[in-house]
Nanobody, 128 residues
Framework: QVQLVESGGGPVQAGGPLTLPCAASRTLYSTICMAWFRQAPGKEREGITAISIGPGVRSYADSVKGRFTISLENDKNTVYLQMNSLKPEDSAMYYC?????????????????????WGQGTQVTVSS
């Protein structure tokens, strides 16, 4: 099991950057897939990026590709979501999630049903 705690959310101006840390309660072993999801009011939860801890392979949804970066600081058990060039449509609750099933992340697509551990979320609001 693992507990996840997101932080770093808040209000930000369009075009600006924001970085969200996700702190895990234990070491992130190589056969773990970590991901970020977001959910805006009235919309389904969207998987936006994932990283396979071992090989460091990353995937991104088209909606964030080129603007968002997922990274890992394993000695601190922390996964980061660095967001640049933020848009009002990026406003959402952002969730960190972990798949401990002993598999690497998919090369494409981030699917909610594959992740069994979730943080409580952190709100990001982008104003124009």
């Amino acid at each position: 099991q693992v507990q996840l705690v997101e932080s770093g959310g808040g209000p930000v101006q369009a075009g600006g950057p924001l970085t969200l840390p996700c702190a895990a309660s234990r070491t992130l072993y190589s056969t773990i897939c970590m991901a970020w999801f977001r959910q805006a009011p009235g919309k389904e939860r969207e998987g936006i990026t994932a990283i396979s801890i071992g090989p460091g392979v990353r995937s991104y949804a088209d909606s964030v590709k080129g603007r968002f970066t997922i990274s890992l600081e394993n000695d601190k058990n922390t996964v980061y979501l660095q967001m640049n060039s933020l848009k009002p449509e990026d406003s959402a609750m952002y969730y960190c999630a972990a798949d401990l099933a002993g598999r690497y992340c998919r090369s494409r697509g981030v699917y909610e049903y594959e992740y069994g551990y979730w943080g409580q979320g952190t709100q990001v609001t982008v104003s124009s």
